[in-house]
């Protein structure tokens, strides 16, 4: 009977905490600790989101020489941030860019191997703190104006040397390229050069499945051509720091081969956590919606492409018109939206001047942020996915909430106590409860009528020993669980 307590229990649990597009980075201020952010569990585990999203910070009137500091645990030692300006040319870093004519902070961090928590506090030059507030996730990395993507179809071992061009070529302006790889196609020194690459920078492992198949759905073995496809860069391929989470790694994208979509792609693109399916399509700008059934983000395409036209090719969208592919970058900047270009290095003329004075025109601004396919989409997954709890002056019974939610706990992991915090939006009969890894209750920390507002309660886990544990919000119509780590 224990038995199957236990597994019901375990089943509840994945059901309930699923990646959901719906706050799952919650951004509370501490008086004493600054600002705790605290990412869920799950989407932590699932993503990884090592790498940095900036925070916005609004500084008092006439600051000047203020330090910023962040670690990830509670107990762990503070570590000053670099700082930057907008005269440097930077990307992917941990760093703190100072405002002070606008009486901003732009703190760019990401989270830990281990802790879904990141303490962040502000300080003078003599180490006492400053007032601030948090005003938002930046929509790009470091509040840049907007954002350029690229991408490259068709990585195999027959292709290898014209990659080798293209990647150099793309590398040398500093615009990140996404590869889509088709793995059948690769050996032992394919998976070398990439490596290489990877290790190199400003190169991103992406998957374009094993044969590229046709379109026809009868020639497809879907869990082979995508699932094995992943599977094959993860076991061949060491990723870099900001494709893992200590021994996870991470594949973000998924290339279509052909174009082609259906729902069952669509599904199984999903499952294995890609985040976006890129489609072969062009004049496409921004992010696509995230789809809530197969939990990635819809199907997107492209903005412009540098093969050559169809009327050469005999195929494709590629562009040579120069004026086409520029002002297509100008309306990205002008809409503060991403610009996608893509390519097949098979196919590209690298003798052509169109190809080289384009890269010229939309690289190296200090204005835009360039970032690989997956990291877009990653930042962005973030940056659209977060709440500002209340701050600890605000009165909380004058906020309702627009929805029942149940936050992740912070700080986490914690040792030995930690907070947990939900809201109502209306009065009604709670239970907050606290399992153990076989299901058994071990606490009950809520239990009765609760008035429509924020609450936070406090567990502590001074008896317990150290390991994984679950928390439990039920009310009439609503169940969620999540799950916490206690380190002793």
Known sequence: MKLI????????????????????????????????????????TDYGFTFPLTYEFSLVDNSSDLQAFHKSEIIGEWELLEEKDTSMFFNENEVVRWDY???????????????????????DNAGEPVHNNFEQINPFYDNRDAAVTSS????AGWSQSKFNTTINNFRAHHLYLTLGTNTNGMNSSTYQFIQTNLDNGY????????????????????DSEITGNKEDLINNL???????????????????????LNETIDSVVGINNF?????????YFGYSEWNEVTETYQASGVTRAIDPPRSRLGWGIG?????????????????????????????????????????????????????????????????????????????????????????????NPFNPTTNISFNLPKAEQVKLTVFNILGEEIAVLVNGWREARFHTVQFDASQLSSGLYFYKIETVNFVDVKKMILVK
């Open 101 to 123: 004519e606008n009486n901003k902070a732009f703190i760019s961090v990401g989270f830990g191997n281990q802790a879904d928590t990141i303490f962040i506090k502000i300080s």
């Open 152 to 155: 490259a179809d068709d990585m």
């Open 203 to 222: 190169v991103e492992a992406g998957c374009h499945s094993r044969t590229h198949p046709s379109p026809n759905p009868s020639a497809w073995n879907y």
């Open 319 to 411: 562009s040579d018109d120069i004026n086409d592919l520029n002002g297509a970058f100008d309306n990205a900047v002008a809409n503060k939206t991403v610009y996608h270009v893509m390519c097949h290095p098979n196919v590209v003329e690298w003798d052509s001047a169109y190809v080289w004075d384009h890269l010229a025109y939309i690289s190296n601004h200090k204005n835009i942020w360039y970032a690989s396919v997956g990291h877009t989409y990653l930042y962005h997954f973030g940056q659209t996915n977060y709440v500002v709890a209340p701050s600890v002056g605000v009165a909380k019974d004058m906020l309702t909430p627009e929805q029942i939610h149940l936050s992740q706990n912070y700080p």
């Open 5 to 44: 307590s236990t597994l019901l229990f375990m089943v509840l649990v994945a059901a309930s905490i699923t990646t959901a597009q719906k706050d799952f980075i919650t951004i509370h201020n501490n008086s004493r600790e600054g600002f705790i952010i605290v990412i869920d569990s799950q989407v932590h």
């Open 275 to 283: 985040l976006v399916n890129r489609l072969y399509y062009s004049d």
């Open 238 to 260: 060491a990723m870099p720091n900001l494709y893992r989470n200590g021994d996870k790694e991470y594949v973000y994208v998924w290339i279509a081969p052909n174009g082609y």
